[in-house]
């Protein structure tokens, strides 16, 4: 019975994220058309239309699982989904703006299973190709939606990418060295990830016209599944398969201070102890599959898969009316058990 249950779960999650995808399509195609050249065609490029060329190649898109939290947030709250439509294209768009960017500062040559943009176009268009759209993320909203809730959407929209910016910061200089703690990896991720899920489910609430608890209530149970869901990329910028994220597990080859590993450094094991040595020799030098072995070891596996279970929690815990959020919470289910 509880197989069953899963599987029409998931087979529910699967269902959401291609109706919202089909939804919010056509909107993110004209926004993208909109761009003089190369940006439009980088931005069809990135979003899997086509190839490098502009000739219609589709590829695995992202998973669109932020504009589907704040179309189903809008649901929950009373709304139709095609009224939280401008809000959930913004939000997807805001996303990719960020990957396109954190690609060139992880050096990551490869997204969704092919080469980055700034590996075809250099890092200068990436980055520029990330600045319009998030421009056009701001122009969908005023476009798309009624006066003041666009101006409530935009301030709460670019509230969440200053706060994702503070993130990144924090994570970036985690990677110059020095003591990291749980704590204070878990404050890093709130805002390169919570912020922004966050605020997309804070704004399905916002084009619902909800009241002002609601809103809070929606941003909460947004932000503690984005904390959730940066744990369980941790794992699997350990130990998940390449050909199912479509790129490299590579965060113990850099060095990076992924949850896993702060848990683990933390844990005074010998186990520990060895891992610290291996951070402080060149990246060139480290042994990954030992690494991950070490990590394991001490813990770093099983104590991030707790934490994440435990705001997959919290995340449920903030919602006031389960039944209505239904698909938030099926939603949240995937979040913890997926596996790119």
């Known amino acids: 019975m509880v197989e069953s249950t899963s599987a029409a779960t998931s087979h529910r999650a699967t269902e959401i994220l291609a109706s919202v995808r089909a939804m ?86 490869l997204r ?31 476009t798309g939606l009624p006066g003041r809730t666009a101006t409530a959407a935009v301030a709460r929209l670019e509230s969440a990418v200053i706060e994702m910016c503070h993130g990144q910061h924090k994570d970036c200089r985690f990677r110059s060295g020095g003591h990291v703690d749980v704590e204070e990896y878990a404050r890093m991720a709130m805002g390169k990830t919570g912020a922004l899920m966050g605020c997309a489910c804070a704004l399905g609430a916002v084009c619902a016209q909800a009241d002002l608890a609601t809103v809070a209530a929606m941003d909460t149970f947004g932000r503690e599944l984005g904390m959730a869901f940066q744990f369980v990329d941790d794992l699997i910028g350990i130990w998940g398969d390449p050909q199912v994220t479509g790129k490299p597990t590579s965060d113990l080859a850099r060095h990076t201070m992924s949850l896993p590993v702060v848990s683990a450094l933390g844990s005074g094991t010998a186990a520990a102890a060895e ?13 990954v599959a030992r690494a991950a072995a070490l990590v394991e070891s001490a813990g770093g596996r099983q104590n991030t898969q707790q934490l994440a279970d435990n705001r997959v929690r919290a995340a449920i815990a903030a919602l006031a009316d389960r039944a209505a959020a239904a698909d938030l919470m099926v939603l949240a289910g995937l979040v913890s058990h997926r596996n790119h």
């Open 275 to 287: 891992l610290a040595t291996m951070y402080g020799r060149a990246p060139e030098s480290m042994d």
């Open 24 to 109: 919010c399509d056509p909107v993110l195609r004209e926004a993208v058309s909109s761009l003089p050249e190369p940006l439009c065609r980088m931005g069809g490029y990135h979003l899997g239309w086509w190839d490098a060329e502009g000739t219609a190649t589709p590829q695995p898109g992202g998973k669109a699982l932020r504009p589907a939290l704040t179309v189903c947030a809008a649901v929950a709250c009373g709304a139709t989904p095609r009224a939280a439509l401008a809000a959930a294209a913004a939000v997807e768009l805001v996303h990719n703006f960020t990957l396109l960017h954190d690609d060139v500062m992880d050096a990551d040559r």
């Open 112 to 142: 969704r299973g092919r080469p980055a943009v700034w590996t075809v176009w250099g890092i200068p268009d990436a980055m520029l190709l990330g600045d319009a759209l998030h421009a056009l993320a701001g122009r969908i909203l005023v």
